[in-house]
């Protein structure tokens, strides 16, 4: 059943109507989820050690078959999943900033120009710590299925990264990304929580909807067979 483009909730201190309108696409939510529930699993087993490196390879391997994911739907997906409708520039996200913190946050459709550059450098950094574990050795029980493909140099190099500055980075990514929902949920009374969840956003002015039917979530995750079938296709070259 299709939904209603426009739906007036209520006033709001008397500025007017405000209007809900599906902006996060159903697959868009279960990968944000998805990817969360994964980072905490990867965080543990590779604390943990052990046995569990073998949950923590799965882990990874699901990992970048999501990221993957979540980057061609960054062109294929709902209109505000695209990278077209929310990359910015430095020069925006500034300017963003700056208006932020000196007046009343404005509802924005989507990723503001801030959460843009949250959501590329959080994709980078995933995909990138995701891949390196595919070279990585530990030099004890457990190397990535790939090593066999490089150099030892390499398999160094991805190692210092991949338990190094790739994961501490990482995790700093993972905690301000973290305290800035805190921040803009407390202090500027903005709620990201909810749309992330029910896929609707509650704004003052009508905006465009993402495409959420049927059809797309089956493209979706016709998108994601094909992603996981590349990631289990390459990790099989090397030795497992």
Known sequence: MARLGLLPRC????????????????????????????????????????????????????????????????????????????????????????????????RVAGHNPLGAWS?????????????????????????????????QAWVERATQWHTGLGKWGLMALVVLHLGSIFWYVRVRRVDLLNPMLTGDQILDNPARESTDTIASRLMAAMLLLLCASAVGLSVGIGPL
Do not use: E
């Not at 959080?122 to 595919?134: K, N, P, V």
């Open 119 to 151: 959501v590329l450098a959080m994709l980078s950094c995933l995909g990138l710590q995701a891949m390196t574990g595919l070279f990585s050795d530990d030099q004890i029980s457990t190397s990535g299925p790939l090593t066999a493909l490089v150099s």
């Open 11 to 106: 006033s709001f201190a008397g500025v007017g109507n405000l209007f809900s309108i599906r902006v996060w696409d159903l697959p868009t939510r279960l990968c944000h989820g998805a990817l969360a529930l994964l980072f905490l699993a990867l965080v543990i087993s590779g604390q943990i050690g052990g046995d569990t490196m073998v949950w923590h390879m799965r882990f990874g391997f699901a990992m970048l078959s999501l990221v993957m994911w979540r980057i061609l739907w960054g062109f294929m997906g709902g209109y505000w999943s695209r990278f077209s409708s929310f990359v910015s520039t430095p020069l925006q996200a500034w300017r963003f900033a700056r208006q932020s913190s000196l007046a009343k946050t404005t």
